[in-house]
């Protein structure tokens, strides 16, 4: 399975961004799928999961702000990021879970500036 993120870009405070990640697999046929993000000298943290048939889970940090969602007729899985501040700077990473494996997309640059 591949995954190709797009969408990252600098953006000023209070902004918004789009970010998309398109599958070579049936998005609807993940168990789970989902966005991380890594700060400059941080570990890689989840952000937002999709669990198929089950809830949208997101990290306190950007719970109201943030929203997972997934266009399984296009197999692309989006977020979309609202009133953006500089502590969500980062590398956004894209994942998903089919069967017994977890694929990661190769990540999109998000800046936002103060």
């Known amino acids: 399975v591949q995954l190709q993120a797009s969408g990252g870009g600098l953006v000023q405070a209070g902004g918004s961004l789009t970010l998309s990640c398109a599958a070579s697999?049936?998005?609807?046929?993940?168990?789970?799928m989902s966005w991380f993000r890594q700060a400059p000298g941080k570990q890689r943290e989840l952000v937002a999961l999709?669990?198929?048939?089950?809830?949208?889970n997101y990290a306190e940090s950007v719970k109201g702000r943030f929203t997972i969602s997934r266009d399984m007729a296009k197999n692309t899985l989006y977020l979309q990021m609202n009133n953006l501040k500089p502590e969500d700077t980062g590398v956004y990473y894209c994942?998903?879970?089919?069967?017994?494996?977890?694929?990661w997309g190769q990540g999109t640059q998000v800046t936002v500036s103060s």
């Open positions: 994942a998903g879970f089919w069967t017994t494996s977890r694929y």
């Open positions: 697999a049936s998005v609807a046929s993940a168990n789970t």
């Open positions: 999709l669990t198929t048939g089950g809830p949208k």
